[in-house]
């Protein structure tokens, strides 16, 4: 079974900054990619970005330039640093992560979320 926790949400003025992580747990899988997703009230969970194993980085438009995600392989830890924070980036923010394992000779693909956490912009 995989795990990931994340931190680091909070209540911010609009301008500042967050960072995020979300640490993945567990044994027998490797991944393939982690991202964060994020829904506000009354909205659909929409992608905030992505990064790949190989390091092959997706952002949405409306972070471009402002959040930069990176990663740790060794502590399979995904970062969002989210600097100039609008109020509309307020939202309950997901991790999400698309993970491989081998098992009976065959490999498997399965995809996990975090639990959430909450990042509030006041303007």
């Known amino acids: 079974q995989v795990q990931l926790v994340e931190s680091g949400g909070g209540l911010v003025q609009a301008g500042e900054s967050l960072r995020l992580s979300c640490a993945a747990s567990?044994?027998?899988?490797?991944?393939?990619?982690m991202g964060w997703y994020r829904q506000a009230p009354g909205k659909q969970r929409e992608l905030v970005a992505t990064?790949?194993?190989?390091?092959?980085?997706n952002y949405a438009d409306s972070v471009k330039g402002r959040f930069t995600i990176s990663r740790d392989s060794t502590k399979m830890t995904v970062y969002l640093q989210m600097n100039s924070l609008k109020p509309e980036d307020a939202a309950v923010y997901y991790c999400?992560?698309?993970?491989?394992?081998?098992?009976?000779?065959?490999?498997?693909?399965?995809?996990?979320w975090g639990q959430g956490t909450q990042v509030t912009v006041s303007s």
């Open positions: 567990g044994s027998g899988f490797g991944i393939i990619a």
């Open positions: 990064i790949t194993n190989g390091g092959s980085t």
């Open positions: 999400n992560a698309d993970i491989r394992r081998y098992a009976g000779g065959n490999w498997y693909t399965d995809n996990y």
